[in-house]
Nanobody
Framework: QVQLVESGGGVVQPGGSLRLSCAAS????????MSWYRQTVGKERELVAA????????NYADSVKGRFTISRDNAKQTVYLQMNSLKPEDTAVYYC?????????????????WGQGTQVTVSS
């Protein structure tokens, strides 16, 4: 079955850096758009960054532009989120998400998978 496993979270001081990884298995990775979301208690999950299957097109939340970089290695079936200049407001559980298309005959249907999340805490 499909699995997305995040790693790389932890505690870091303001201004520091972390790199999150999300290793995928059980799917044809290059056919899936990948993204990172984050969520704090009492708030909705929000998009942080997204990347097309070929890695060409990216999209970032305004709050992380210029600080975070999303990338992928299709050979390793892994997507990354490099987070620099971290701020306390970046504290959250970070989730990776895979979105692809499956077909029932000629009818396409979007399919989505989520990882279990990894905690990032930015605090002095």
């Amino acid at each position: 079955q499909v699995q997305l496993v995040e790693s790389g979270g932890g505690v870091v001081q303001p201004g520091g850096s972390l790199r999150l990884s999300c290793a995928a298995s059980g799917l044809t990775f290059s056919r899936y758009a990948m993204s990172w979301y984050r969520q704090t208690v009492g708030k909705e999950r929000e998009l942080v960054a997204a990347l097309t299957g070929d890695g060409v097109i990216t999209n970032y939340a305004d709050s992380v532009k210029g600080r975070f970089t999303i990338s992928r290695d299709n050979a390793k079936q892994t997507v990354y989120l490099q987070m620099n200049s971290l701020k306390p407001e970046d504290t959250a559980v970070y989730y990776c998400k895979a979105v692809g298309t499956v077909y029932n005959g000629y009818t396409p249907r979007a399919i989505t998978y989520w990882g279990q999340g990894t905690q990032v805490t930015v605090s002095s």
